[in-house]
């Protein structure tokens, strides 16, 4: 059910939420966090609500969604609609739109909506804050969630975020590789358990997370780091072999080949934000791996 309520307030929205929720029974119960959602653009405004939904199935929340309004506007308007049962998946979601002077107080706008005694995530689907840590609506969160692959500059995107960096802050593009990651640890695992002398990582040049992969792969060796543009592979260099995983820009399969052993086929395909939403909703603790590779970025040799 969507419920439209133009040219409203904080208190008759609130209103609106008892009432469904005398309707329909205690839908705020069982929530673990509120979900604030901050697109700067309508173009990604229901994609980000639709991830939310499906990643509410493991974390069942209340989203909030800060949407664009018409900042130009000369009187402060509020418009708002709700959405509950199966428009929200397991969320109620709350979307309010901020135009004129009142889209410069989101943050006070947010907070009669936080549920009480749970963490806050806040999340930027596109264009992220400088600092999200100082942002009003990051003030409010535990955990600070950016995306630069949807940033104007993908890799300038994901390099500034080691400079506005704050503990509890993530990037999508970092969850878009856990797999990738898993891989390449399990590969060098296996014997003759060499050092690694160099990596190569290669991909679209507006991937982000090839570049974070890079500065992760340069924080843990000691050799040259490459980031290239070209096939998507990775590949990782020891004195008695070269390791290569690879797969098809749009391919579901990888391979990974080792010197003088078997190829193997492992399912790898591209991580939908759904996935990597819910996997960045599973802690509110530092993760101080992701900060590493940040730092390792500025190691990384573009060629």
């Not at 199935?57 to 308007?77: L, M, S, T």
């Not at 797999?179 to 991937?207: F, K």
Request: aromatic fraction near 4%; hydrophobic fraction near 40%.
């Amino acid at each position: 059910m969507i419920i439209d309520m133009p040219n409203t307030d904080t208190g008759a929205i609130n209103k609106r939420i008892q009432a469904l929720r005398e309707e329909g029974g205690a839908i705020t119960l069982g929530r673990v966090l509120t979900l604030v959602i901050a697109p700067d653009t309508e173009a990604v405004l229901e994609e980000s609500i639709d991830a939310a939904n499906a990643a509410s199935r493991e974390h069942p929340c209340r989203v909030i969604v800060v949407a664009p309004g018409d900042r130009r506007a000369d009187k402060a308007r509020l418009d708002a609609q709700l959405r509950v049962g199966s428009d929200a998946g397991a969320n109620e979601v709350v979307v309010l739109r901020l135009s004129g002077p009142l889209a410069n107080h989101a943050s006070s706008v947010v907070m009669p909506f936080l549920l009480p005694d749970t963490p806050v995530v806040t999340w930027w689907p596109d264009v992220a804050p400088p600092v999200p840590a100082q942002d009003p609506l990051g003030r409010l969160a535990l955990r600070r969630i950016t995306d630069a692959t949807n940033g104007t500059d993908p890799l300038q995107s994901i390099k500034g975020r080691l400079e506005g960096y704050t503990p509890g802050d993530t990037d999508l593009a970092w969850s878009r590789i856990t797999y990738w990651r898993a891989l390449l640890a399990a590969a060098v695992d296996e014997p003759p358990h060499e050092p690694i002398n160099s990596a190569l990582v290669s991909g679209l040049a507006t991937e982000p997370a090839l570049d974070v992969l890079a500065g992760w792969l340069a924080s843990r060796i000691d050799g040259p780091v490459q980031r290239a543009v070209g096939e998507l592979k990775v590949e990782l260099v020891r004195d008695s072999e070269t390791i290569v995983l690879s797969r098809p820009q749009e391919g579901v399969t990888a391979r990974i080949t080792r010197t003088s052993k078997p190829e193997a086929l492992v399912p790898l395909a591209r991580r939908e934000t759904r996935e990597c939403l819910a996997e960045d909703m599973r802690r509110l603790d530092a993760d101080e791996i992701y900060f590493e590779a940040l730092k390792g970025i500025e190691k990384v040799q573009y060629v």
